[in-house]
């Protein structure tokens, strides 16, 4: 069988109409964490959302350049600490600080062969990587969720149009 693809009548949409589109899309927000070596780490990562429920999977997409992604791919498990609307900061932090602060009074734990839990997470998710596709300029890392952790209080953080949002219902 032969398949026709349409040739595009338009330019191919650029980099900034792209980011403005997409950040029409809400989103909430999460510290995606895992091991270097012995050492925790942390990335804030929005493009994250659930795949299946059974088997349960999740996916997240790391650019190329974002440290966390060869400690993610060379570990082999990592977390998903999901973020309530009083750590705005703690997102930005943990998106420009040097990698040796991110966790430097965030206090964390982990259970064994586990990802590190920030303490502050409402929910948080421990995976192991299950696949990982490169698509263009970063990584989608799809995990299998093994453990989950559920003391949510506040609201969930939104991120749209580049800034975050609350929730106000
Ligand atoms: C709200 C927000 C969402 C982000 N989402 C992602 C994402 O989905 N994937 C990603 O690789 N980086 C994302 N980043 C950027 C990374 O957090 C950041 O580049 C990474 O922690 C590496 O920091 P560095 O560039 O200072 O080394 C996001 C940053 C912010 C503030």
Redesign the pocket.
């Known amino acids: 069988m032969t398949m026709h693809i349409p040739t595009p009548k338009t330019p191919a949409p650029t980099p900034k109409e792209w980011r403005a589109a997409m950040g029409y899309f809400p989103s909430g ?1 999460t510290i995606v964490t895992t091991w270097d070596k012995d050492q925790p780490v942390g ?6 959302c659930s795949v299946s429920l059974e088997p349960p999977l999740l996916l ?4 190329h ?5 060869p400690a993610v791919e060379a570990c082999g498990v990592f977390g998903v600490n999901i973020l309530n609307d009083q750590s705005s900061a703690l ?2 932090h ?3 600080s040097p ?1 040796a602060d991110r966790f430097e009074g965030n206090p964390y734990h982990a259970e064994d062969d586990g990802a590190p839990q920030l303490d502050c997470a409402p929910v948080f998710i421990d995976c192991v990587v299950e696949h990982a596709l490169v698509a263009g300029d ?1 990584l989608v890392v799809v995990g299998r969720g093994v453990r989950i952790e559920h003391a949510s209080a506040h609201p969930p953080l939104l ?1 749209h149009k580049g800034g975050f949002l609350k929730l106000v219902s």
């Open positions: 927000v990335s804030t990562v929005s493009a994250f997240i997409c790391l650019d350049a974002n440290p966390i992604r997102a930005l943990f998106a420009a990698d970063h991120y």
